[in-house]
């Protein structure tokens, strides 16, 4: 039986931060473990062109720990208003790498998002051009699609036609739920998918049997287990289209159990620890260097990381919550202990 590991430091493809005051606990938890990481740009003001991007990466800097040497990499928001300009603008800076694709109220900040995809055309042709990755939140939002199959629905209207016209166009699905989401990445070149510690571990069973449950909520919502299944296998096959990208998205406890109760899941105070046991369930821990350190490196043309993190056989358990500002912050699935811990 392993009891300790050594990995190449991980890096987390789909990161949200928010900004403000919470920046202070939620940079801290993830430059602990990770190298780098991609920042959702969906802030309350959304990252809208480069000057904002790089304004908020050095935010985030000022809230990095001391002695950390943590590198956010930083996405555009695209609107109906993002030019060809805008792209090429982003382009010339180093610390930003993609442009993030969130159909108008599909998920928290979304509302400033594109509202008509056929018109985005230009837009990804200067992304192909210019090399900045397509990040896609692939769900519809049209109130007559069962929130269920969103994914899928997205996927056959939109995606599809936009991996035949941009060939070139380097594409991650974010997120990935479904069976069809899996298959479209295996099926076509240039696209790879990331995947959260939440829909590899949960089902919809986890969110809605037995009373609600708001801290297993999030966007796109869990969904059957036959779809677990798939994620599992594409997580733990060792293809390089499928690499880790926790999505956790920090919401103050108030916010998660109020009468709507906001999407989004906090991972980042045990993300490395949650997929070592995904992968230790599936007798796959050789599999987890590549899903969490190298695969998303390579589809981003980016280096492999030079350092380490070890982990060992530990059973610990999250505290029921995390300062959060004047608030609090929940953490995912932290009535449940977790077997793996980093070693400091």
């Not at 002695?67 to 800076?93: E, R």
């Not at 990331?194 to 089902?203: A, D, I, K, S």
Request: with cysteine; glycine share 4%.
């Amino acid at each position: 039986m392993t009891t300790q590991f050594t990995i190449t430091r991980p890096d987390d493809w789909h990161l949200h931060l928010r900004d403000g005051d919470a920046l202070n606990t939620t940079v801290a938890f993830t430059a602990q473990q990770f190298q780098r990481a991609i920042v959702m740009p969906n802030l309350a003001q959304p990252i809208i062109n480069a000057e904002l991007a790089l304004a908020y990466r050095q935010r985030i800097l000022n809230s990095t720990p001391d002695g950390s040497n943590f590198q956010p990499l930083m996405v555009v928001y695209l609107t109906d208003n993002t030019s060809p300009d805008d792209i090429k603008q982003a382009s010339k800076s180093e610390h930003i790498v993609a442009a993030k694709l969130y159909p108008a109220g599909a998920t928290t900040n979304s509302s400033n998002g594109v509202t008509d995809i056929d018109r985005l055309a230009p837009v990804l042709e200067a992304m192909q051009s210019h090399g900045l990755l397509l990040l896609v939140h692939a769900e519809v939002t049209d109130s007559d699609v069962d929130i269920f199959d969103r994914e899928q629905v997205f996927i056959d209207k939109h995606l599809y036609a936009i991996r035949r016209d941009f060939p070139k166009l380097r594409i991650v699905l974010e997120h990935a739920t479904t069976q069809q989401a899996i298959q479209f990445v295996e099926e076509n070149d240039n696209t790879a998918a990331t995947l959260t510690p939440q829909h590899l571990l949960f089902n919809r069973n986890d969110l809605l049997a037995g009373g609600i449950r708001p801290h297993n909520y999030c966007l796109p919502i869990l969904k059957r287990e036959t779809h677990r299944k798939t994620l599992i296998k594409a997580a733990t096959s060792g293809s390089p289209k499928f690499f880790l990208g926790t999505d956790s998205a920090p919401h103050a406890t108030h916010a998660k159990e109020s009468l709507c109760g906001c999407a989004g899941c906090f991972t980042a105070h045990a993300a490395i620890e949650l997929y070592a046991e995904i992968f230790e369930t599936e007798n796959a821990l050789d599999k987890l260097e590549g899903f969490s350190s190298f695969y998303g490196a390579d589809f981003y043309g980016l280096p492999r990381n030079n350092s380490t993190i070890t982990l060992i056989k530990k059973q610990w358990q999250a505290p029921s919550y995390y300062s959060f500002g004047e608030q609090t912050l929940t953490p995912f699935r932290q009535e449940t202990p977790l077997n793996w811990e980093i070693q400091r």
